[in-house]
């Protein structure tokens, strides 16, 4: 399995970085294995920016999503306390994926998180890109991992590290360590729906119509 960045991966062969490449996990198809380095390795990198000890408390929105997924589970297996926000018909995905405390989205989003952890989370993967309406989750000078190159206002001392696969998409190590972390069941491969290539925009369609669970695959 292997990560494609920055150029696309919709073709049949593509020559890629040795470093971007490792073995699939043992035990898993090609179609959900393809789903695990780019969000996988974006939820690392975020993981890292935010250096978190075990213990602190970890939040995470867009938990039912796979980058939110995968941020869940990596944070419990560093030995962290995770907080994660999930519409109602998510919440029980989101439970089984390991999150302590599961908050109702919503405009209150950062309420409710504090509802949690009066004291604030330690560090917030912003997976759901809601931006301001969840800054107020984040503890004084705790730090906040984005998407989307997202950067907030400067106050309370956050710390914003805005996260792009392209930027590890060669850190071979961190990308074995993801698949070893698949055959140990830590992470979850999840397919949403596969798609033939040559209905790919059927395949947009659907990702852009939201509510996506997993990632969406094409086949060749």
């Excluded at 560090?123 to 190159?149: C, F, H, P």
Aim: with cysteine; proline share 5%.
């Amino acid at each position: 399995m292997g990560v494609v960045a920055p150029h696309g991966a919709y073709r049949e062969e593509i020559v890629m970085p040795g470093n971007s490449v490792v073995p699939a996990p043992r035990g898993v198809d090609a179609v959900a294995a393809a789903t695990v380095p780019m969000n996988g390795l974006t939820a690392w990198a975020a993981l890292r920016a935010l250096d978190l000890r075990p213990g602190q408390v970890l939040g995470v929105t867009g938990a039912a999503g796979c980058f939110g997924g995968y941020m869940v589970q990596l944070g419990k297996a560093a030995g962290l306390t995770v907080v994660a926000d999930a519409s109602p018909s998510d919440e029980e995905l989101v439970r089984g994926l390991g999150a302590d405390f599961v908050v109702r989205r919503g405009g209150d989003v950062a309420d409710r998180f504090r509802e949690q952890v009066p004291t604030g989370v330690d560090g917030l993967a912003d997976g759901s890109v809601q931006g301001e309406l969840v800054l107020g989750a984040v503890k004084e000078g705790g730090g906040i991992a984005t998407v989307r190159n997202y950067v907030g206002p400067d106050e309370r001392g956050l710390r914003y590290f805005p996260i792009l696969v392209n930027a590890v998409a060669e850190e071979r190590e961190a990308l074995d360590g993801l698949r070893r972390k698949v055959e140990d069941g830590v992470l979850t491969p999840r397919v949403a729906q596969t798609f033939p290539a040559e209905e790919a925009a059927q395949a947009h369609r659907m990702l852009e119509g939201g509510g996506v669970r997993g990632r969406i695959v094409l086949t060749f």
